[in-house]
């Protein structure tokens, strides 16, 4: 069976904790276990938002003014890239055996 689960992207940085990228690793460690378990039963797809990541990088942005800031839809497949590294390499280490991919 194909199992689909979104994880928001408040799931990913909580609310008033430091936007660093530890913080989002430990978090996506924590739902791993979870998520590794139903990929070990069954199809799974992830899709995960990314609001506080792209507004990390935003105001990142802003603060350098020698070149024009990125455009949202560049941010976000920024984003999009580094969440699906970090949630990749966790899930490999909650995945006994050799790992699938799609």
């Known amino acids: 069976m194909r199992v689909v689960v979104a994880l928001g992207g408040n799931a990913l940085l909580k609310r008033g904790e430091p936007m660093t990228a530890q913080n ?7 739902a791993a276990p979870a ?5 070990n039963e069954h199809e799974l797809v992830l899709s995960h ?3 506080p990541q792209v507004g ?4 990142q942005a802003a603060a350098y ?9 560049i941010l976000g ?3 999009e890239g580094m969440i699906g590294y970090v949630l ?5 280490r909650s995945t006994p055996g ?5």
């Open 49 to 51: 938002g990314n609001g």
């Open 56 to 59: 990390l990088l935003a105001l």
């Open 65 to 73: 003014t020698d070149v024009d800031p990125y455009p949202l839809d």
């Open 35 to 39: 998520l590794a378990a139903v990929a």
């Open 24 to 30: 989002q690793r430990i978090n996506v460690r924590s």
């Open 98 to 102: 050799p790992r699938r991919t799609r």
């Open 88 to 92: 990749e390499q966790e899930l490999g």
């Open 77 to 79: 497949a920024q984003t």
